[in-house]
């Protein structure tokens, strides 16, 4: 083996406008390859975490409209128990519900979101929203920056709350202003902590338990698990993201499909380019094939000399690729970057995509080198050198 592989390599070396060639276009195809597929993925991640980044991931509510869930915290209990595997980051009890926001002459139609502030936080990250103040306790709240800007509220200035299903006005304080990526949101939302909302409705119920996992994109097999180990009331169901947000699914699979189609093409092109060039090179070599089958080499041993070459080739050009890929796509994270300074699209640096990228277009090299080998076993020595 080390003497064909001497003579598979001293080959690649004789090659030398064809070799550089070849491994170039083999760095090219892993480059572009890596490339694409890390700025494909972080585009994916990206958008996600825009979708959900800020919000639950599977939530438990009731069937019935305006329905509460009970037996909450026994629950909550069961999820904990099942999260073995720790798939689960967070579980976090919440009452959603909605009611008007009084202040002066103003009413505004709001949603009071009550939740255990530790647990909260977690998902909503309030430290990081807050411009001003700090997160609620009894009888506190914190409201988007909207009322501060608009409606000239401050930190301690005491609001009305009416709460239709109980016919009432209640009055709380206001210690800080969170300023929320949607609009919506810090229109909309009143934060509070459970116990507080608990209070203003009377209740000792959730209409929501949501939770947020370590993976994402595969949240439905822990929503299959949590329905396998909870016995829930039949009036409660189990939602996941992906089921409120079928759009943007469809898009991340448009672009994965797209990503897939230009690496299958990338590798066919870089297979069929180094088939090319070494029935090439065993076309213009087929007399030193000629004159080692004459000296005793067998024809599994010349085919083995090309597939050797093959190799060389595949993998001195894909560690260039892995190279000239990470480099473009840190390059790009670097300087294409929004305003504040933070990338256009972040950076995912998946490491076994890169291994993977790296296995296929050495195995497609060695592939392709294979159809030459095969070649070379038919070259006749007596016929080759007699014609040499």
Do not use: C
């Amino acid at each position: 083996m080390a003497f064909l592989s001497k003579i598979a390599f001293r080959f690649m070396k004789k090659g030398g406008g064809q070799t550089i060639l070849i491994i170039s276009a083999i760095a090219i195809g892993v480059a572009i390859q890596i490339f694409l597929g890390l700025l494909i993925q972080g585009l994916q991640d990206s958008l996600v975490n825009e979708t959900i980044g800020d919000s639950s991931h599977i939530s438990v509510s009731s069937k019935l409209e305006n329905g509460s869930i009970q037996d909450y915290e026994n629950i909550t209990k069961q999820i904990q128990k099942s999260n073995s595997n720790n798939e689960i980051k967070v579980v976090n009890p919440v009452i959603s519900k909605p009611s008007t926001l009084q202040f002066e002459s103003v009413n505004k139609n709001i949603f009071i979101k009550g939740m255990p502030i530790d647990s909260g936080e977690k998902i909503y990250e309030f430290s990081q929203k807050l411009l001003e103040g700090k997160t609620p306790v009894d009888g506190e709240v914190i409201l988007g920056d909207y009322y501060r800007e608009k409606f000239g509220l401050k930190i301690g200035d005491e609001i009305s709350i009416f709460i239709f299903e109980k016919f009432k006005t209640e009055t709380l304080k206001i210690s800080g202003f969170f300023k929320f990526g949607v609009q919506n949101i810090n229109e909309s939302w009143l934060i509070t902590n459970l116990d507080t909302a608990q209070n203003l409705f009377e209740t000792n119920s959730v209409t929501n338990i949501e939770m947020q996992v370590d993976k994402p994109l595969e949240v439905e097999t822990v929503q299959s698990n949590l329905i396998e180990s909870l016995s829930l009331d039949e009036q409660l169901k189990i939602v996941t993201w992906k089921e409120l947000n079928a759009d943007l699914l469809t898009a991340l699979s448009s672009q994965s499909l797209s990503s897939i189609l230009i690496q299958v093409f990338v590798i066919i092109s870089v297979s069929l380019a180094i088939a090319s060039v070494l029935i090439v090179s065993v076309l213009q070599k087929s007399r030193e094939i000629g004159i080692l089958k004459a000296m005793g080499i067998k024809n599994y041993q010349s085919s083995l000399i090309f597939v050797l070459e093959g190799l060389f080739l595949g993998v001195i050009g894909a560690i260039i690729g892995v190279v000239l890929g990470v480099g473009l796509i840190l390059s790009f994270t670097t300087f294409a970057i929004n305003a504040d300074g933070t990338p256009v699209i972040p950076l995912t640096f998946n490491y076994g995509f890169i291994l993977l990228s790296f296995t296929i277009v050495v195995s497609s090299a060695l592939i392709a080198s294979i159809i030459a080998g095969r070649k070379s076993s038919k070259l006749n020595p007596i016929e080759v050198i007699k014609n040499g």
